[in-house]
């Protein structure tokens, strides 16, 4: 079984940061793509970032220059930082894995989310 653990949300003033974690954890053969989505009430689910196995990263327009996608390949975690949070940040955050379990099945995987509010 894999699991993906999420950790680091709460409540956060409009202009603060914070820092999300994602562990990938269980029978992993390796990860190729990790990223960030987020659904805010009554809207669809919608990517925030994405890093792949090279340095590469992508962001959501929304997003840019604000937040950074990193991971720790050694430790199967990625991480988001978020800096200048706005009200309209606010929503559950999920990570996600596309990833290879020992028996060499490859899939998609996800977190079970955590909720960021940015509110005064």
């Known amino acids: 079984q894999v699991q993906l653990v999420e950790s680091g949300g709460g409540l956060v003033q409009p202009g603060g940061s914070q820092r999300l974690s994602c562990a990938a954890s269980?029978?992993?053969?390796?990860?190729?793509?990790m990223g960030w989505y987020r659904q805010a009430p009554g809207k669809q689910r919608e990517l925030v970032a994405t890093i792949p196995t090279g340095r590469s990263t992508n962001y959501a327009d929304s997003v840019k220059g604000r937040f950074t996608i990193s991971r720790d390949n050694a430790k199967n975690t990625v991480y988001l930082q978020m800096n200048r949070l706005k009200p309209e940040d606010t929503a559950v955050y999920y990570c996600?894995?596309?990833?290879?379990?020992?028996?060499?099945?490859?899939?998609?995987?996800w977190g079970k989310g955590t909720q960021v509010t940015v509110s005064s």
């Open positions: 996600n894995a596309d990833l290879v379990t020992r028996d060499l099945r490859r899939g998609d995987y």
């Open positions: 269980g029978c992993i053969f390796t990860i190729y793509a």
